[in-house]
């Protein structure tokens, strides 16, 4: 039995955790002829800062755009990356976690694997991708390499 990838997506949170993870997905893109997909995941205390009017939202898109574009210098010229943000917690939506919003997206991207950090952000902003990692091994339907 072979595995076919066509898209292979990657959250990330703006940690060299979550860089490390963007090379590995890169690699598999590589191995295997795909393509990948960088979504950046917004920690709780960002999304309730958004949410509450405390954040420069332009500024912060402009980083978080910058973020992904230094990502997507890593890929070989072979793979085609794409990217997208999300938030990774909501205030009026009780069951929108980093977790469910990655699975979400990779269903919404149609992809065939994905590639997660185990350690995401620390201290005031939260572990997002480390809170989202051991849901997304229990529920992906795809293959997950957690690294």
Known sequence: MSLEVDTVLVPVDGTDASVTAAEYAFAVADRYGADAHALYVFGETVSRSINAGEVDQA??????????????????????????????FSTSRKLQHPGSVILDTADDVDADFLTIPREGLRGETGDVLEKAAEYVLL?????????
């Open 139 to 147: 529920y992906a339907s795809q293959p997950v390499l957690s690294v």
């Open 59 to 88: 500024e912060l898109a402009e980083e978080t755009e910058a973020f992904l574009a230094d990502v997507a210098e890593l890929a070989p010229d072979t793979v085609t990356v794409e990217s997208s943000m999300a938030y990774g």
